[in-house]
């Protein structure tokens, strides 16, 4: 290869490299949004559950207080038994609304608190023009050398017209 498509080629390359790894960081930022909101999901349905878990106990405590009053002692007990299934339920769905918060809480800040995320989306932008310049020279370049080439081929017959005609 001459040195010149050679330069161009190296040019290319460490731009699009550039370019890579830029497109990694906004991969990052993508990832980061998608786990926010991948935790906000998570976090609605678990105060749905714990909604629906404070219905459940309440519904069951109105039976119990239905069957006691009826003087029914074996659904008193199983009553009872769901009361306890359903604060077990109610304690689990609190907890994983607890985790859920702290994971939201965590990924909000990682992104703010990352300086390295900042500096890349700088990097990025300063290297778009570059790349977009890098990506011109090889093609003139090719411009050049199609030029140079006409302009040997028109040399050449120039040369071969005057040897013909003895100057």
Not at 66 to 81: H, I, N, P, T
């Amino acid at each position: 290869m001459k040195p010149l498509t050679i330069m161009a080629v190296a040019g290319s390359v460490v731009a699009l490299s550039w370019g890579a790894a830029g497109a990694q960081d906004g991969r990052a930022i993508r990832e980061d949004r998608q786990d926010v909101r991948q935790d906000r999901r998570e976090l609605r349905q678990d105060n749905r559950d714990i909604r629906q878990d404070r219905r459940e106990l309440a519904q069951d405590r109105r039976e119990l207080y239905r069957d006691r009053e009826a003087d029914k002692s074996g659904e008193v007990r199983q009553d009872r038994a769901e009361i306890r299934g359903d604060k077990r339920e109610l304690r689990e769905d609190v907890r994983d609304r607890r985790d859920d918060r702290r994971d939201l809480r965590q990924d909000r800040r990682e992104p703010r608190n990352t300086q390295d995320i900042q500096r890349d989306r700088k990097d990025v932008r300063q290297d778009r023009p570059e790349l977009r310049g890098d990506k011109r020279e090889p093609r003139e370049d090719v411009r050049d050398r199609r030029d140079d080439r006409r302009d040997l081929r028109q040399d050449r017959r120039e040369l071969g017209r005057d040897v013909r005609n003895g100057r």
